[in-house]
């Protein structure tokens, strides 16, 4: 593909799903459309990319993917390298004026790896013109899915990443009214454990995969089975107290 050297390239930041293939809002999907080039990525070990299975029955020029394998490395320097890599990819390819979209699982910009491409990107290009499109986060599609409230009146909601230890997390459910649990994984037996203890397990819900094959969605988590359950693209959805029927007079 040959653009013109004085053309100025764009990226598109895109969340799409998590789930059901409707969930892309319309200027992203028209910037998906338009993309000269749409990066895929896809977990290694994985046979397809989740990300494209939330595409489903969007009709949009395929041949413009390009998908690339993410290995989630624990050691910050192989993970410094591979964005480092994948930055100067995508600013070559920006600087000979392509449309370069990135698609991501979710919100771009939530607890996302296109952040860290972002920022790669706008380190070696920084005259880029680069457009995010927020996307819909897991948790508000897994609250959405069960009819699960993240939040009324004045409750304080805290989103996040499941600490290491029981005490950790018993304080943050403690002094908050919510608490959106991501990043569970094969922390999920113990954590469930510690809802069952406090009591609260019945008003807790948790969803894994939402709108995908092996979903699962469980509005009361004192029979979750942890060893079922557990996996990627999982969260938990915490609630100190049960939820308050405000619609009915005391």
């Known amino acids: ?24 809002p319309l200027a992203a999907l028209d910037a998906l459309r338009t993309a000269d080039v749409i990066y895929l990525p896809r977990a290694r070990g994985a046979d397809m990319s989740v990300a494209l299975q939330c595409l489903d029955g969007v009709a949009f020029d395929r041949s413009r993917l390009r998908e690339i394998e993410f290995n989630m490395d624990p050691d910050r320097q192989v993970l410094q390298e ?23 699982i ?12 972002l920022a790669a990107v706008r380190d070696l290009y920084p005259e880029c013109d680069c457009v995010t499109y927020p996307g819909i986060t897991s948790y508000a599609a897994a609250a959405s899915a069960m009819e699960w409230p993240l939040g009324v009146g004045k ?55 939402i709108g995908l094959e092996g979903e699962v969605l469980a509005s009361d ?30």
């Open 155 to 209: 409750e304080r909601t805290l989103i996040l990443p499941c600490p290491e230890d029981a005490a950790t997390l018993r304080a943050e459910i403690e002094s908050h009214d919510i608490v959106v649990l991501m990043k569970v994984g094969a922390r999920l037996p113990w954590v469930l454990d510690l809802l069952r203890e406090m009591g609260i397990a019945p008003h807790c819900a948790f969803a894994r995969r």
């Open 82 to 104: 591979h964005y480092a890599q994948l930055g100067a990819e995508l600013a070559a390819q920006l600087r000979d004026g392509l449309h370069v979209a990135y698609l991501t």
């Open 221 to 250: 988590l004192s029979t979750l089975d942890a060893a079922q359950a557990s996996g990627y693209l999982a969260v938990l959805l915490i609630r100190k107290t049960a939820p308050e029927k405000r619609h009915v007079a005391g």
């Open 1 to 24: 593909m040959t653009v013109s050297s004085h053309h100025k390239g764009k990226l598109s930041g895109i969340g799409v799903g998590p789930g059901p293939a409707g969930y892309l």
């Open 106 to 117: 979710g919100d771009s910009l939530t607890y996302s790896t296109y952040g860290y491409v």
